[in-house]
């Protein structure tokens, strides 16, 4: 039987719990009910594979970077600091990020193949970016270079 992401979620909550590593715990727990929140959204619930279990916690990553950078504007150093270490929990789970180097040739490579040019290009290209990256890199990079790529077509 193989273990889904969900499962390893599970499993490495109870081994944090059983360390006593709160913010491990805390952060699992989190995930673990997101996930649980999107398997009962729609009609009726359902396992969601691991492809949909990643695309929850690159959400919740997402919203933890954005958190950290709202409490650093605020002046909330201590709070920042917490979401920080969240995503970097999380970030165990996600698929390693591009860089910006492998973006900017990933790009590259998909508007050549596709003769994408001109902005009106824009929103086929990022489909077909967003195709070849598989949630590897933030959409708001993406769409960056993109459009700095097609702009200057």
């Known amino acids: 039987m193989?273990?889904?992401l969900k499962d390893r979620l599970t499993a490495d909550m109870r081994a944090a719990l059983k360390a006593r590593d709160?913010?491990?715990?805390?952060?699992?727990?989190?995930?673990?009910?997101a996930v649980g929140v999107a398997e009962v959204a729609g009609k009726a619930k359902r396992e969601l594979t691991d492809d949909e279990v990643l695309a929850v916690l690159a959400k919740e990553s997402?919203?933890?970077?954005?958190?950290a950078q709202a409490f650093a504007d605020a002046g909330r150093a201590d709070q920042a600091a917490k979401e920080r270490a969240?995503?970097?929990?999380?970030a165990r789970?996600?698929?390693?990020?591009?860089?910006d180097a492998e973006i900017a040739e990933l790009v590259t490579r998909v508007v050549?193949?596709?003769?994408?040019?001109?902005?009106g290009a824009m929103g086929q290209a990022m489909k077909a970016v967003q195709a070849e990256a598989a949630g590897r890199a933030d959409g708001a990079k993406l769409a960056a270079e993109v459009r700095r790529q097609l702009g200057g077509a």
Request: proline share 2%.
């Open 2 to 4: 193989t273990t889904t």
């Open 22 to 33: 709160e913010l491990t715990t805390s952060t699992l727990r989190m995930a673990l009910a």
């Open 62 to 67: 997402k919203k933890r970077t954005e958190a």
């Open 86 to 90: 969240e995503e970097e929990v999380l």
């Open 93 to 99: 789970y996600l698929p390693k990020q591009l860089s």
């Open 112 to 119: 050549q193949s596709g003769d994408f040019s001109g902005k």
